[in-house]
């Protein structure tokens, strides 16, 4: 079981959007996948159509006496996928989940329950570094890191990789940087402040390495999708948007082969 | 002194660009401004320049000996603009920050110290809904919330409704909802999904008289402007962001009047 998480901390980046997309491609090539949504925002648990009153990862997050684990938490969306889902509460149980004192490996124990039934986690992660996050990252074997390149996006993805590093060293030493790839990427009107980051960051040479080739262009179908809760795949076979994340999901498995 | 907080927990709607357009403008009208950067990701306090060096809000967050006022944390970027500059590191400090047991009004006792020296305090917040972000709403006559109309950001935006409401009742009576405004609003091709939303918050009678009338459409200047650490207003005087932040200041002065 291969376990993989979608991080950024800055907002917007198109992490959800990511995550879902390729939890849906891996689904059609014939894998079975567990997407976590660690988002107390839910939005890809909205996404999903999940319905609102199935229980949420936050249940699993306190100590005590009939506290769900993780397994139990898992609702069947298809044949291939199930989902955790997430819900607004969760952000106020996750300031006692940060107090345990060994928060860090919630996820990483959890998941062992799990291990016979799916090839992939998938998990999404909110704009935020939190006690969350971090028990993804500890649990995962890579992070993929959509970003838009601007300064913004920038700015917050230098937080991600020291955080990374940090938790690589003291928790997960096979936790790495799976890749890093550009989102939104729009029409040509914005392509010269584009291309000037992407540049910029294809020339630092402890980076190079993880830009990924494939770039997400902007396309609505995206965003449509969501709306009508269905996959891209689904809801437009033909658009960018499916495009650039089937070569996206393939880039993604030829970089943890 | 008017105190005013942009606000959304969903991620990359444009809090920051539209609290320092707006907070630009003021001063171009003549007001004296104070900006607080409330959020650990330091957006607003990286496109202005601010040295990173200078001491930031997270030093103000503890208690105890030698602990810096919010007022001696202000740094002049210009002769009507000042900023509280934040950093990374705030986000640790926002956690001990949560625990004291009055954090909520940390913002309103702060800034009575510079009651006389501004006429507009505007703050930035993260895309959470943490003690920061509480306590700047607790501060605050109104909030203005930018939102991009599709699923993720109307779901979003119900959560900040609500704590607006559980705020005003507790803490802050004067507090209200100042206006949502529609952000990045896409050219021709995305209109139809964000019409549609548009439409169905409009027809929603406890949300219709909080929309406002000026959108912000999508416009690259304003992500340029940022790279360039410069105001839109110098660095793109006649872009579509320029004259739409222009006239959504206008609106909002006519709101709170
Ligand atoms: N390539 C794209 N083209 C067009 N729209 C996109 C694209 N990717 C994402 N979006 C839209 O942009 C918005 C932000 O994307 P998304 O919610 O996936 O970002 P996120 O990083 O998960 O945000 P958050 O930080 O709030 O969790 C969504 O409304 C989504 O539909
Ligand atoms: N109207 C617009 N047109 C084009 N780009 C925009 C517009 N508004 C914001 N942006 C760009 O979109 C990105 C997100 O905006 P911004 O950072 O202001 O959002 P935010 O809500 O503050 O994000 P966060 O949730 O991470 O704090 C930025 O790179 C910004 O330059
Ligand atoms: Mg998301
Ligand atoms: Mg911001």
Redo the contacts between chains.
């Keep these: 079981m291969r376990i993989l998480t979608f991080a950024n901390?800055?907002?917007?980046?198109g992490k959800?959007t990511s995550a879902l997309s390729v939890a849906h491609r891996l689904v059609e090539l014939g894998s079975k996948v567990l997407f976590i949504d660690a988002d107390p925002?839910?939005?890809a648990s909205?996404?999903s159509g999940l319905p609102a009153e199935h229980p949420h990862l936050g249940l699993a997050l306190t100590e005590g006496e009939g506290v769900p684990t993780l397994a139990s938490l898992c609702y069947p969306l298809s044949t291939g996928l199930s989902m955790v889902r997430s819900a607004?509460i969760m952000?106020q149980q996750e300031?006692g989940f940060?107090n345990a004192p060994d928060y860090q490996f919630f996820f990483r124990h959890q998941l062992e329950d799990v291990q016979s039934r799916f090839d992939y986690v998938i998990i999404d992660t909110?704009?935020?570094?939190?006690p969350l996050t971090v028990s993804a990252l500890v649990a995962s074997e890579a992070v993929f890191i959509p970003l838009?390149p601007?300064?913004?996006g920038s700015?917050?993805m230098t937080?991600l990789i020291d955080m990374v590093a940090r938790l690589k060293r003291n928790f997960n030493p096979q936790l790495r940087v799976g890749g890093i790839f550009f989102t939104k990427y729009?029409?040509a009107?914005?392509k010269a402040?584009h291309h000037?980051?992407a540049r910029d960051l294809q020339a630092d040479p402890a980076l190079a390495s993880l830009i990924m080739s494939q770039t997400i262009r902007e396309n609505?179908s995206l965003?449509?999708a969501?709306?009508m809760q269905r996959p891209i795949y689904d809801w437009a076979p033909n658009s960018n948007g499916a495009a650039d994340y089937r070569s996206l999901t393939d880039e993604i498995l030829t970089r943890i082969s």
Excluded: H, I, M, W
């Design positions: 901390n800055k907002g917007g980046v959800t925002q839910a939005n909205t996404a607004r952000a300031k940060g909110a704009p935020n570094l939190g838009q601007n300064l913004f700015e917050g937080a729009s029409p009107y914005r402040l000037q980051y609505v965003d449509e969501q709306s």
